[in-house]
């Protein structure tokens, strides 16, 4: 059974630094990209980025380049998003999806249980 | 980017109806669009793929068409476990956008 299981819900300062963790598990964890999405609470969904675990390759918004990092840690089979420079605007539910590699299979098929994070002095 | 508009942010029926949930993008993504449904504090959930293929487990009420630039789900039968948001998102090209959501209430 995949599974993305996702680290706990964390209190943050601002201008602070956050780093949450997604585990996978019930497949290779090299044959599928993992993206994180993000929700305000009561808002949409928003991309931040991807990275492709074979080669740690990334790619994230424009929006947030230059203040995100995604990595892998293989042996752990985790997936870590560092979001830098926190503001309140940065309070929502972060999840983590994964999808196949090719273009045309990027629909985010399975979800961890989200994370919440709260910017707040 | 990519835009994703759907148009209904809120959507009241009751059970029983039957009902459709627009989304237009603002450029060709051909068939490269999903659908995700959402209950509240939960993870979406993957509904559709490529405009109109059904993931694996989704009631066959459920059902989507489209292709370009304007798509569409729909719901035969309104059963109670289907009051949620309903997001639609391209995979044309990055960034992933998605549509803002509409939400199907209760009338």
């Known amino acids: 059974e995949v599974q993305l299981v996702q680290s706990g819900a964390e209190v943050q300062k601002p201008g602070s630094t956050l780093k949450i963790s997604c585990k996978v598990s019930g497949y290779t964890f090299t044959d599928y990209y993992i993206h994180w999405v993000r929700q305000a609470p009561g808002g949409g969904l928003e991309w931040v980025g991807l990275?492709?675990?074979?080669?740690?390759?990334?790619r994230y918004a424009e929006k947030f380049q230059g203040r995100v990092t995604i990595i892998a840690d293989r042996s752990e089979e985790t997936v870590y998003l560092e979001l830098r420079t926190l503001t309140s605007e940065d309070s929502a539910f972060y999840y983590c999806s994964n999808t196949g590699s090719s273009a045309i299979t990027r629909y985010l098929q399975y979800w961890g249980q989200g994370t919440l994070v709260s910017v707040s002095s | 980017d990519i835009q994703m508009t759907q148009t209904r942010s809120t959507l009241s029926a009751s059970v029983g109806d039957r009902v459709t949930i627009s989304c237009r993008a603002s450029q060709n993504i051909k068939i490269w669009l999903a659908w995700y449904q959402q209950k509240q504090g939960k993870a979406p959930k993957l509904l559709i793929y490529?405009?109109?293929t059904l993931d694996a487990g989704v009631p066959s009420r459920f059902s989507a068409s489209g292709s370009g630039t304007e798509f569409t789900l729909t719901i035969s039968s309104l059963q109670p476990d289907d009051f949620a948001t309903y997001y639609c998102?391209?995979?044309?090209?990055?960034?992933?956008?998605f549509g803002q959501g509409t939400k199907l209430d209760l009338k």
């Open positions: 490529k405009a109109s």
């Open positions: 998102q391209q995979y044309n090209s990055f960034p992933l956008t």
């Open positions: 990275l492709d675990p074979e080669d740690g390759e990334t």
